[in-house]
């Protein structure tokens, strides 16, 4: 099958969170599989270029149509991970995407909707006709709208197209200007059955879109689908969901275990596996030596976490006290593009700086990520929402045991060690429901308590979660399974 996958992010060359995780480890399994697959992006100008192997220029003329001008791109092939990917860099005095950062613009939604375009026009001009065309959250939403209402009559007629929500909470709600550069009539869209804003009348709803002129819509977690369509979760788009229920499904997202397995990780100073585990031990103490953390026993507790409201900021704030009050050690890795979360975070990070028993690292840091999940014993994920969760899937695999909010793709990949109900083998984490400070407590007590109390249990928690097979293998196959169901219609 032919699959091209038009995102925003890449794991390895432009990533903000799990999105980029998700497209490059779905890519990479079905290119495994032998299918054939490719990748549109944005040419970034902070794209990690090292990555990129055998980086050329493989389109010079690629011209595209925009409000009442052309916009001349060139256009850039390489292969990431073994992957083919293509990016997009258009010669533009708005220099859509040499902005230092990914997102974060006011111009954000005129920005993707420009590279939607480009992508179709790319498509169009190379001759490439994909059985699917596979499109990620609101940035690339308007793809299914124009290829179904405009390329199509340019002869685009075979691609079928997959919309994944990555996240409902953005969504690309924006002014109809967005729809006249990318040559849409917005008086033909900005009407209830297509893409009008539910809660803004006069606004385009990008998401929407995608939802309303897919052929298929998945959300990365089953658990996360019903959440969307059945509570407010789905933040105005449950109504349009459920009358598309029909062609809506959960997949769950993988990890990429070339990139996240401690027997083969590249960052860490011990590889280990289920059979040395006591190696993971030594990661710990090299934790504790990076963050001049004193070595004594006691549990490590840890986050690894985009600092946002979603995530849960005030229930981290309370983990780091809770955990030091209760004689355990606490790390942090978060960054915060949020100017007054970061700004709390800078002031707790200056109060817990003298503490030997805390660290709070703020940034992007993969090599530290790595370190982290494989040196903590716990990793906590308090989020109000988690539409599937990737920091919990990795945590596993490394042995450290999850502790998290009972939610969207939490809920369904982490199973109570007291409460669950699944046997002992089978349960791998600690889990809670009210999103307030007793909720949190009501499981990290737990949790310390049998890393205290009773080691042994300990360890088989920790070899149950490295047990457990959250690769791509069987998410891939529901998707091939999606692709062949909708190329089929
Ligand atoms: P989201 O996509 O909402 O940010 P996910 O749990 O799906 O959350 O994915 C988070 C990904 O980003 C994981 O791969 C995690 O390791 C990584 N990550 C999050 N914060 C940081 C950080 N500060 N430094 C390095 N990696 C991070």
């Given at each position: 099958?032919?699959?091209?996958?038009?995102?925003?992010?890449?794991?390895?060359?432009?990533?903000?969170?799990?999105?980029?995780d998700?497209?490059?480890?779905?890519?990479?399994?079905?290119?495994?599989?032998?299918?054939?697959?490719e990748?549109?992006?944005?040419?970034?100008?902070?794209?990690?270029?090292?990555?990129?192997w055998?980086?050329t220029?493989a389109y010079?003329?690629?011209?595209?149509p925009?409000?009442h001008?052309?916009?001349?791109?060139?256009?850039?092939?390489?292969?990431?991970?073994?992957?083919?990917?293509?990016?997009?860099e258009?010669h533009?005095?708005?220099?859509f995407?040499?902005?230092?950062v990914?997102?974060?613009?006011?111009?954000?939604?005129e920005?993707?909707?420009?590279?939607s375009?480009?992508a179709?026009?790319?498509?169009?001009?190379?001759?490439?006709?994909?059985?699917?065309?596979?499109?990620?959250?609101?940035?690339t939403?308007?793809?299914?709208?124009?290829?179904?209402?405009?390329?199509?009559?340019?002869?685009?007629?075979?691609p079928?197209?997959?919309?994944?929500?990555?996240?409902?909470h953005?969504?690309?709600v924006?002014?109809?200007?967005?729809?006249?550069q990318?040559?849409?009539?917005?008086?033909h869209?900005?009407v209830?059955?297509?893409?009008q804003?539910?809660?803004?009348?006069?606004?385009?709803?990008?998401?929407?879109?995608?939802?309303v002129?897919?052929?298929?819509?998945?959300?990365?977690?089953?658990?996360?689908?019903?959440?969307?369509?059945?509570?407010?979760?789905g933040?105005?788009?449950?109504?349009?969901?459920?009358q598309?229920?029909?062609?809506?499904g959960?997949?769950?997202?993988?990890?990429?275990?070339?990139?996240?397995?401690?027997?083969?990780?590249?960052?860490?100073?011990?590889?280990?596996?289920?059979?040395?585990?006591?190696?993971?031990?030594?990661?710990?103490?090299?934790?504790?030596?990076?963050?001049?953390?004193?070595?004594?026993?006691?549990?490590?507790?840890?986050?690894?976490?985009?600092?946002?409201p979603?995530k849960?900021v005030?229930?981290?704030?309370?983990?780091?006290?809770?955990?030091?009050?209760?004689?355990?050690?606490?790390?942090?890795?978060?960054?915060?593009?949020?100017?007054?979360?970061?700004?709390?975070?800078?002031?707790?990070k200056?109060?817990?700086?003298?503490?030997?028993?805390?660290?709070?690292?703020?940034?992007?840091?993969e090599?530290?990520?790595?370190?982290?999940?494989?040196?903590?014993?716990?990793?906590?994920?308090?989020?109000?929402?988690e539409?599937c969760?990737?920091?919990?899937?990795?945590a596993?695999?490394?042995?450290?045991v999850?502790?998290v909010?009972?939610?969207?793709?939490?809920?369904?990949?982490?199973?109570?060690a007291?409460?669950?109900?699944?046997?002992?083998?089978?349960?791998?984490?600690?889990?809670?429901?009210?999103?307030?400070?007793?909720?949190?407590?009501?499981?990290?007590v737990?949790?310390?308590?049998?890393w205290?109390?009773?080691?042994?249990?300990?360890?088989?928690?920790?070899e149950?979660?490295?047990?457990?097979?959250?690769?791509?293998?069987?998410?891939?196959?529901?998707y091939?399974?999606?692709?062949?169901?909708?190329?089929?219609?």
């Open positions: 099958m032919f699959v091209i996958h038009i995102a925003s992010e890449y794991a390895g060359v432009a990533k903000v969170g799990g999105l980029a998700v497209v490059q480890g779905l890519t990479r399994e079905l290119a495994i599989r032998g299918h054939s697959v990748v549109i992006l944005p040419r970034y100008d902070v794209m990690k270029f090292d990555r990129i055998g980086y220029k010079s003329d690629l011209w595209v925009y409000h001008m052309w916009v001349h791109c060139d256009v850039y092939f390489g292969f990431v991970d073994g992957v083919k990917c293509f990016f997009i258009p533009f005095h708005k220099n995407f040499n902005r230092g990914i997102y974060g613009h006011d111009d954000d939604a920005r993707f909707a420009f590279f375009k480009a179709l026009e790319f498509m169009l001009k190379a001759g490439k006709h994909p059985d699917i065309i596979h499109v990620h959250d609101w940035q939403a308007l793809v299914p709208v124009m290829l179904f209402e405009t390329y199509k009559n340019f002869g685009m007629v075979h079928r197209v997959c919309f994944t929500i990555h996240n409902i953005h969504q690309g924006t002014g109809e200007q967005v729809l006249r990318v040559g849409l009539n917005p008086a869209y900005i209830p059955h297509r893409l804003d539910m809660r803004w009348p006069g606004a385009v709803n990008l998401m929407k879109g995608a939802i002129f897919s052929n298929f819509v998945s959300t990365v977690s089953r658990r996360y689908m019903h959440e969307v369509m059945h509570t407010e979760l933040h105005g788009l449950q109504h349009v969901l459920n598309h229920g029909t062609k809506c959960g997949v769950l997202n993988g990890v990429d275990y070339a990139h996240w397995n401690p027997e083969v990780d590249r960052f860490l100073p011990q590889k280990y596996s289920l059979a040395t585990l006591d190696d993971k031990y030594k990661n710990k103490r090299a934790l504790r030596e990076r963050f001049w953390l004193r070595d004594e026993y006691k549990p490590i507790i840890a986050v690894v976490s985009r600092l946002d979603q849960g005030g229930l981290i704030r309370h983990a780091i006290f809770y955990a030091l009050a209760n004689g355990c050690q606490f790390v942090l890795l978060g960054s915060a593009p949020d100017k007054k979360i970061n700004e709390d975070f800078w002031n707790l200056r109060q817990t700086n003298d503490n030997p028993d805390c660290h709070l690292e703020l940034g992007h840091d090599g530290l990520a790595h370190l982290i999940y494989a040196g903590a014993d716990m990793l906590v994920v308090p989020s109000a929402f539409p969760g990737l920091t919990q899937l990795i596993m695999k490394y042995g450290t999850p502790v909010r009972n939610t969207g793709g939490l809920a369904d990949t982490v199973c109570d007291n409460h669950g109900s699944r046997p002992f083998h089978e349960r791998t984490g600690y889990t809670f429901n009210d999103f307030n400070n007793a909720g949190l407590e009501s499981a990290l737990r949790a310390i308590g049998m205290c109390h009773y080691p042994k249990h300990w360890r088989e928690l920790m149950n979660g490295m047990r457990q097979d959250f690769s791509w293998k069987t998410p891939a196959q529901d091939l399974n999606i692709y062949e169901l909708i190329r089929a219609k």
